[in-house]
Protein backbone atom coordinates (compact mmCIF):
# COMPACT_ATOMS: atom_id res chain seq x y z
CA UNK A 1 0.00 0.00 0.00
CA UNK A 2 1.61 3.31 -0.91
CA UNK A 3 1.66 6.13 1.62
CA UNK A 4 -0.22 9.23 1.60
CA UNK A 5 2.08 11.92 0.16
CA UNK A 6 2.97 14.64 3.26
CA UNK A 7 2.22 17.84 2.67
CA UNK A 8 4.57 20.90 4.45
CA UNK A 9 3.85 24.43 4.91
CA UNK A 10 4.52 27.14 2.47
CA UNK A 11 5.52 29.36 5.07
CA UNK A 12 7.28 27.28 8.04
CA UNK A 13 7.58 24.15 6.89
CA UNK A 14 6.57 21.55 9.19
CA UNK A 15 4.84 18.49 8.17
CA UNK A 16 0.90 19.56 8.21
CA UNK A 17 -0.98 16.89 10.33
CA UNK A 18 -4.72 17.94 9.94
CA UNK A 19 -6.42 20.25 6.79
CA UNK A 20 -4.29 22.52 5.30
CA UNK A 21 -5.08 26.65 4.62
CA UNK A 22 -4.99 27.38 1.21
CA UNK A 23 -4.41 30.85 -0.25
CA UNK A 24 -2.58 32.16 -3.55
CA UNK A 25 -2.11 28.69 -4.82
CA UNK A 26 -0.24 27.86 -1.25
CA UNK A 27 -0.60 25.91 1.42
CA UNK A 28 -0.01 26.46 4.88
CA UNK A 29 -0.13 24.39 8.34
CA UNK A 30 -2.64 27.22 9.98
CA UNK A 31 -4.26 30.36 9.44
CA UNK A 32 -1.44 31.97 11.36
CA UNK A 33 1.03 31.52 8.38
CA UNK A 34 -1.45 32.06 5.80
CA UNK A 35 -1.47 35.34 7.04
CA UNK A 36 2.18 36.26 8.05
CA UNK A 37 2.89 34.84 4.09
CA UNK A 38 0.19 37.31 2.68
CA UNK A 39 1.96 39.80 4.74
CA UNK A 40 5.14 38.40 3.16
CA UNK A 41 4.36 39.42 -0.25
CA UNK A 42 2.33 42.76 0.44
CA UNK A 43 5.52 43.36 1.56
CA UNK A 44 7.33 42.72 -0.97
CA UNK A 45 5.17 43.86 -3.49
CA UNK A 46 5.88 47.55 -1.57
CA UNK A 47 9.33 46.85 -2.03
CA UNK A 48 9.34 46.24 -5.84
CA UNK A 49 7.35 49.52 -6.52
CA UNK A 50 9.81 51.47 -4.54
CA UNK A 51 12.97 50.24 -6.37
CA UNK A 52 10.60 50.48 -9.56
CA UNK A 53 10.57 54.40 -8.47
CA UNK A 54 14.07 54.65 -7.80
CA UNK A 55 14.27 53.46 -11.59
CA UNK A 56 12.38 56.24 -12.44
CA UNK A 57 14.41 58.67 -11.12
CA UNK A 58 17.37 57.92 -12.43
CA UNK A 59 16.40 57.12 -16.02
CA UNK A 60 14.64 60.93 -15.21
CA UNK A 61 18.06 62.18 -14.00
CA UNK A 62 19.86 61.11 -17.00
CA UNK A 63 17.22 62.78 -19.03
CA UNK A 64 17.73 65.93 -17.31
CA UNK A 65 21.09 65.74 -18.74
CA UNK A 66 19.75 66.39 -21.91
CA UNK A 67 16.71 67.69 -22.88
CA UNK A 68 17.25 66.08 -26.42
CA UNK A 69 16.57 62.49 -24.66
CA UNK A 70 14.07 63.23 -22.61
CA UNK A 71 11.74 61.07 -21.74
CA UNK A 72 13.96 58.52 -23.92
CA UNK A 73 14.42 55.88 -21.26
CA UNK A 74 10.73 55.12 -20.70
CA UNK A 75 9.85 54.81 -23.97
CA UNK A 76 12.47 52.38 -24.93
CA UNK A 77 11.64 50.70 -22.03
CA UNK A 78 7.84 50.91 -23.28
CA UNK A 79 8.82 49.66 -26.80
CA UNK A 80 10.76 47.06 -25.15
CA UNK A 81 8.21 44.97 -23.00
CA UNK A 82 5.44 45.11 -26.10
CA UNK A 83 8.34 43.43 -27.84
CA UNK A 84 9.10 40.62 -25.30
CA UNK A 85 5.01 40.24 -24.35
CA UNK A 86 4.81 39.41 -28.28
CA UNK A 87 7.54 36.83 -27.71
CA UNK A 88 5.63 35.38 -24.66
CA UNK A 89 7.95 35.50 -21.99
CA UNK A 90 6.90 35.28 -18.05
CA UNK A 91 5.92 38.55 -16.15
CA UNK A 92 9.32 38.32 -14.48
CA UNK A 93 11.29 38.25 -17.43
CA UNK A 94 9.29 41.11 -18.53
CA UNK A 95 9.68 43.16 -15.88
CA UNK A 96 13.46 42.75 -16.02
CA UNK A 97 13.58 44.12 -19.41
CA UNK A 98 11.22 46.79 -18.53
CA UNK A 99 13.75 47.99 -15.47
CA UNK A 100 16.39 47.33 -18.53
CA UNK A 101 15.00 49.64 -20.48
CA UNK A 102 14.69 52.21 -17.96
CA UNK A 103 18.18 52.22 -17.23
CA UNK A 104 20.24 51.14 -20.36
CA UNK A 105 21.34 54.22 -20.68
CA UNK A 106 22.22 55.42 -17.21
CA UNK A 107 26.07 54.76 -17.34
CA UNK A 108 26.30 58.07 -19.61
CA UNK A 109 26.20 59.94 -16.17
CA UNK A 110 29.44 58.87 -16.22
CA UNK A 111 30.52 60.09 -19.41
CA UNK A 112 32.05 63.22 -19.64
CA UNK A 113 29.63 66.69 -20.77
CA UNK A 114 32.08 67.26 -23.43
CA UNK A 115 32.10 64.11 -25.11
CA UNK A 116 28.18 63.66 -24.37
CA UNK A 117 27.02 67.00 -25.81
CA UNK A 118 29.67 67.62 -28.69
CA UNK A 119 28.06 69.16 -31.57
CA UNK A 120 30.19 67.66 -33.89
CA UNK A 121 31.29 64.26 -34.83
CA UNK A 122 33.06 62.51 -32.39
CA UNK A 123 36.46 61.27 -32.47
CA UNK A 124 37.55 57.76 -32.54
CA UNK A 125 38.91 58.17 -28.43
CA UNK A 126 35.90 60.00 -27.75
CA UNK A 127 33.85 56.91 -29.06
CA UNK A 128 35.78 54.43 -26.96
CA UNK A 129 34.68 56.26 -24.04
CA UNK A 130 30.90 56.51 -24.85
CA UNK A 131 31.03 52.81 -25.68
CA UNK A 132 31.87 52.29 -22.20
CA UNK A 133 28.74 53.56 -20.63
CA UNK A 134 26.36 49.70 -20.80
CA UNK A 135 29.88 48.78 -18.35
CA UNK A 136 29.93 51.70 -15.94
CA UNK A 137 25.83 51.42 -15.41
CA UNK A 138 26.91 47.90 -13.83
CA UNK A 139 29.56 49.62 -11.57
CA UNK A 140 27.40 51.88 -10.32
CA UNK A 141 24.34 49.18 -10.05
CA UNK A 142 26.64 46.02 -9.37
CA UNK A 143 26.14 46.32 -5.47
CA UNK A 144 22.31 45.97 -5.76
CA UNK A 145 20.67 42.49 -5.56
CA UNK A 146 17.16 43.52 -6.70
CA UNK A 147 19.35 44.36 -10.42
CA UNK A 148 21.35 41.20 -10.51
CA UNK A 149 19.52 39.87 -13.71
CA UNK A 150 18.89 43.29 -14.87
CA UNK A 151 22.50 44.56 -14.93
CA UNK A 152 23.45 41.47 -18.37
CA UNK A 153 20.49 42.85 -20.25
CA UNK A 154 21.59 45.92 -19.64
CA UNK A 155 25.83 45.59 -20.58
CA UNK A 156 24.95 43.40 -23.40
CA UNK A 157 22.47 45.57 -25.21
CA UNK A 158 25.17 47.41 -27.90
CA UNK A 159 26.28 43.33 -28.70
CA UNK A 160 25.40 42.31 -32.48
CA UNK A 161 23.99 38.84 -33.42
CA UNK A 162 26.99 38.45 -36.26
CA UNK A 163 29.58 39.33 -33.41
CA UNK A 164 30.57 42.89 -34.09
CA UNK A 165 28.95 44.48 -31.35
CA UNK A 166 30.44 45.47 -27.59
CA UNK A 167 31.52 45.36 -25.03
CA UNK A 168 32.21 41.72 -25.24
CA UNK A 169 31.79 40.91 -29.22
CA UNK A 170 28.98 38.32 -27.77
CA UNK A 171 27.59 36.46 -31.25
CA UNK A 172 23.92 34.81 -31.84
CA UNK A 173 22.75 33.34 -28.99
CA UNK A 174 25.66 34.00 -26.61
CA UNK A 175 23.90 37.26 -26.31
CA UNK A 176 20.86 37.08 -23.22
CA UNK A 177 17.64 37.41 -24.78
CA UNK A 178 16.47 39.92 -22.87
CA UNK A 179 19.87 42.47 -24.61
CA UNK A 180 18.61 41.38 -28.21
CA UNK A 181 15.07 43.13 -27.23
CA UNK A 182 16.80 45.98 -25.72
CA UNK A 183 18.90 46.43 -28.80
CA UNK A 184 16.35 46.47 -31.33
CA UNK A 185 13.93 49.22 -29.39
CA UNK A 186 16.76 51.08 -28.85
CA UNK A 187 17.35 50.63 -32.98
CA UNK A 188 13.84 51.23 -33.73
CA UNK A 189 13.87 54.31 -32.00
CA UNK A 190 16.82 55.78 -33.78
CA UNK A 191 15.76 55.23 -37.19
CA UNK A 192 12.31 56.54 -36.51
CA UNK A 193 12.58 59.47 -34.67
CA UNK A 194 14.56 62.68 -35.81
CA UNK A 195 18.26 62.66 -35.10
CA UNK A 196 20.64 65.99 -35.00
CA UNK A 197 21.72 64.49 -38.75
CA UNK A 198 18.94 63.56 -40.04
CA UNK A 199 15.17 63.30 -40.22
CA UNK A 200 13.16 60.66 -38.40
CA UNK A 201 11.92 58.06 -41.12
CA UNK A 202 8.53 57.38 -39.26
CA UNK A 203 7.94 54.01 -37.43
CA UNK A 204 6.66 51.62 -40.76
CA UNK A 205 10.40 52.55 -42.16
CA UNK A 206 12.19 51.87 -39.45
CA UNK A 207 10.34 48.20 -38.61
CA UNK A 208 11.48 47.40 -42.26
CA UNK A 209 15.22 48.63 -41.60
CA UNK A 210 15.18 46.26 -38.54
CA UNK A 211 13.99 43.22 -40.36
CA UNK A 212 16.61 44.10 -43.28
CA UNK A 213 19.58 43.69 -40.80
CA UNK A 214 17.88 40.28 -38.86
CA UNK A 215 20.54 37.95 -38.74
CA UNK A 216 23.60 40.32 -38.68
CA UNK A 217 22.41 42.88 -35.74
CA UNK A 218 19.43 41.73 -34.59
CA UNK A 219 19.00 38.37 -33.35
CA UNK A 220 16.01 37.00 -36.38
CA UNK A 221 13.21 35.55 -33.60
CA UNK A 222 13.10 38.69 -31.73
CA UNK A 223 12.63 40.78 -35.26
CA UNK A 224 10.28 38.49 -36.37
CA UNK A 225 8.15 38.82 -33.38
CA UNK A 226 8.30 42.45 -34.08
CA UNK A 227 7.63 42.63 -37.17
CA UNK A 228 4.33 39.82 -36.54
CA UNK A 229 2.89 42.74 -34.23
CA UNK A 230 3.23 45.48 -36.94
CA UNK A 231 1.41 43.20 -39.12
CA UNK A 232 -1.68 42.65 -36.71
CA UNK A 233 -2.12 45.94 -34.96
CA UNK A 234 -1.02 49.70 -35.28
CA UNK A 235 1.25 51.19 -33.21
CA UNK A 236 0.64 53.89 -31.16
CA UNK A 237 2.08 56.97 -32.85
CA UNK A 238 4.61 58.54 -31.19
CA UNK A 239 5.72 62.12 -30.59
CA UNK A 240 9.51 62.91 -32.23
CA UNK A 241 11.63 63.98 -29.73
CA UNK A 242 13.35 68.01 -29.62
CA UNK A 243 15.96 68.69 -31.97
CA UNK A 244 19.84 69.10 -30.89
CA UNK A 245 21.77 71.79 -32.15
CA UNK A 246 22.90 70.87 -35.52
CA UNK A 247 26.39 69.57 -36.44
CA UNK A 248 26.17 66.49 -34.85
CA UNK A 249 27.05 63.39 -36.95
CA UNK A 250 27.32 59.79 -36.43
CA UNK A 251 30.17 58.77 -34.54
CA UNK A 252 32.74 56.55 -36.58
CA UNK A 253 32.39 53.29 -37.13
CA UNK A 254 28.43 53.67 -35.41
CA UNK A 255 25.22 51.79 -36.30
CA UNK A 256 21.51 52.51 -35.78
CA UNK A 257 22.03 51.09 -32.24
CA UNK A 258 24.56 53.24 -31.28
CA UNK A 259 22.64 56.50 -30.67
CA UNK A 260 20.05 57.19 -27.98
CA UNK A 261 16.55 58.93 -28.83
CA UNK A 262 12.31 58.86 -27.99
CA UNK A 263 9.79 56.63 -29.00
CA UNK A 264 6.03 56.06 -28.42
CA UNK A 265 4.66 52.87 -26.64
CA UNK A 266 3.77 50.01 -28.49
CA UNK A 267 0.92 48.29 -26.89
CA UNK A 268 0.29 44.44 -27.18
CA UNK A 269 -3.61 42.80 -26.67
CA UNK A 270 -4.54 39.96 -27.75
CA UNK A 271 -3.08 37.00 -29.34
CA UNK A 272 0.51 37.33 -29.27
CA UNK A 273 3.27 35.93 -31.33
CA UNK A 274 4.96 32.84 -30.75
CA UNK A 275 7.09 32.13 -28.05
CA UNK A 276 10.76 31.02 -28.21
CA UNK A 277 13.51 30.15 -25.83
CA UNK A 278 14.12 31.95 -22.88
CA UNK A 279 17.47 32.77 -22.42
CA UNK A 280 17.35 36.04 -20.34
CA UNK A 281 20.54 36.73 -18.12
CA UNK A 282 21.92 33.53 -19.71
Known sequence: MTAATELTCDHCGITISGTPHAEAGRIFCCLRCALRARS??????????????????????????????????????????????????????????????????????????????????????????MRRHPEIVVAILGHIPALAEVLPVILHHHERWDGRGYPRGLTGEQIPLGACILALADALDTIATDRPYRKGRGLAAAVAEVAAHAGSQFDPAVVRALTAVAARRALQPFAPAARAPAGRERAPGGTAGDDEGAVAALEITGPEAPAVVQKIGA
Open 40 to 129: LRQAFSQLERSYLLTVEALAAALDARDSYTHGHSRRVARYAVAVARALGLRRRQIRVIRWAGMLHDLGKIGVDDVVLRKAGPLTDEEWVV
